[in-house]
C-alpha cells in the first residue's frame, strides 16, 4: 500500500470510525485526523508549544532554585522564554546569551538579583567586561520585569568608582526593562552600550547611581520613571556618534539627588530630548554638556552634529533654568512633544509597547 492509499483509509477510518478500523496503523493515522481538530477546538496547545515557563524559587518549590540555572537550561531556539523569579535576594550574576528571554520577579521590592562587584578588580583578572556586571547581556529581545539589580560594592565599600548593575554588549539590542529597580553603588549603573544598533526601552523604573548611572550608546527611550544621583556630577550619558538619529529620550519622569548633581553630558555625539519631567531644586545650574580631551587628541572626538538638547514642558514651573526651556521649535523637524513617542525613537523599527503587552499577555495565560 502506497502513501497516498494509506492515507485515503486513514481518512475513511476517520469518517466511518476510527475506533473499528482492523489495521492498526491506519487506525492510529485515523484517530490522529480525529484528535486533531478537538485539540484545537478545545484550545489545547500543541505537544511542541511556542513558549517556554520556567520557575525559580530559593526554598526549592520551583524547577530551580538559580536563576542562571534555569537560563542554562533554555534549549538554543527562538522561542520565548519566560523565566518565573520568587522573592528573596539572589546573590548571583547573570549572562544571558540566548535571544528572547524574559526574567520575571514577583515584584521589585522582593525578587532582587544582587552582587557586590568593582570594574576594575574585575579586570585585573579577566580579559574584558563579560561578567563584570550583575546582569551580563550578549543577547537581544531580553526583558527584565518586576525586579531589582543591584551592584552593592559602593555601598559595603564606599568606592564609588565604575559598577555595573547591568552591561550589554556590543550584539545586544531591544532590551526592556519595566517596573524595575537599577541601582548601584558607583558609576555606570546601566550601561547598554551597542553602539550600531542598540534600541532600549524602559518604563516605570527606578534608577540609582553616581555619575553616567545611565548611558545608553544607539537609541534608547525612558518613560515614567525615576533618577537618583548620588554624586555632583552627570546623571545621563549617550553616545550617538555612528548614527544623526540616534538619540536618548526621557519623559514625564523624576530627576533628584544630592546638591549640585547634574543633568547630563557626552564624550561623542549625543542627542538628547526631555520632556514633561521634573527636577528637583537640587540639579546645578549646569546644561548638557560635552567632556573634551584638549590634552588628548587621540580621545577627542570630532563633533560632526554639535550640541542637540532639546526641552519641552507641560508645565514651565519645571523649567527651573533658563536652558531648560520649551525648545522643540528649534529642531530641524519642528516636532511636537506628542510626536515624541518610543516608536518615534526607534524611527519606527521596533514597537516595544506592543512587545511588553505581548508578554504580558503570555503571563495571564495559565
Request: net charge negative; hydrophobic share 40%.
Amino acid at each position: 500500500m502506497d502513501t497516498c492509499d494509506m492515507l485515503f483509509h486513514a481518512f475513511l477510518c476517520f469518517v466511518f470510525g476510527a475506533f473499528s478500523c482492523r489495521n492498526p496503523v491506519l487506525r492510529w493515522l485515523g484517530l490522529s485526523l480525529l484528535i486533531l481538530p478537538l485539540t484545537a477546538i478545545a484550545g489545547i496547545p500543541p505537544h511542541n508549544t511556542p513558549v517556554i515557563r520556567l520557575t525559580v524559587a530559593k526554598e526549592g518549590t520551583a524547577d530551580f532554585k538559580s536563576i542562571q540555572a534555569a537560563l542554562n537550561s533554555l534549549p538554543n531556539n527562538t522561542q520565548q522564554a519566560l523565566i518565573l523569579i520568587g522573592p528573596g535576594v539572589y546573590a548571583e550574576k547573570l549572562y544571558l546569551t540566548r535571544d528572547k528571554v524574559a526574567l520575571i520577579g514577583e515584584d521589585r521590592e522582593h525578587t532582587i538579583i544582587q552582587v557586590a562587584e568593582l570594574r576594575s578588580n574585575w579586570l585585573k583578572q579577566h580579559p574584558d567586561d563579560w561578567g563584570s556586571a550583575v546582569v551580563n547581556i550578549r543577547a537581544s529581545d531580553i526583558t527584565l520585569l518586576r525586579l531589582t539589580v543591584k551592584n552593592s560594592y559602593g555601598e559595603l565599600t564606599g568606592d564609588h568608582e565604575h559598577q555595573f548593575a547591568i552591561r550589554g554588549f556590543e550584539t545586544a539590542t531591544r532590551i526592556i526593562t519595566d517596573d524595575c529597580a537599577v541601582i548601584a553603588g558607583g558609576a555606570d549603573t546601566l550601561s547598554l552600550w551597542n553602539k550600531t544598533d542598540g534600541m532600549y526601552y524602559h518604563r516605570n523604573c527606578y534608577f540609582e547611581g553616581h555619575t553616567d548611572m545611565v548611558c545608553p550608546r544607539g537609541w534608547a527611550f525612558f518613560t515614567h520613571s525615576t533618577f537618583v544621583n548620588k554624586k555632583a556630577y552627570a546623571t545621563l550619558w549617550h553616545d550617538g556618534e555612528l548614527d544623526e538619529h540616534q538619540k536618548l529620550v526621557v519623559r514625564d519622569s523624576h530627576f533628584d539627588g544630592v546638591p549640585g548633581f547634574m543633568l547630563g553630558r557626552r564624550h561623542y555625539d549625543g542627542q538628547f530630548y526631555l520632556i514633561n519631567n521634573r527636577y528637583s531644586p537640587n540639579m546645578a545650574d549646569k546644561p548638557i554638556f560635552r567632556h573634551t580631551y584638549p590634552t588628548e587628541p587621540a580621545r577627542d572626538r570630532a563633533n560632526r552634529w554639535g550640541d542637540r538638547n532639546y526641552f519641552s514642558h507641560q508645565d514651565h514651573v519645571n523649567a527651573i533654568y533658563p536652558w531648560l526651556a520649551t525648545n522643540l521649535l528649534q529642531h530641524p523637524g519642528a516636532i511636537s512633544a506628542d510626536q515624541i513617542t518610543a516608536r518615534w525613537t526607534f524611527d519606527h523599527r521596533w514597537d516595544p509597547e506592543a512587545e511588553l503587552d505581548r508578554l504580558y499577555r503570555l503571563l495571564e495565560q495559565k
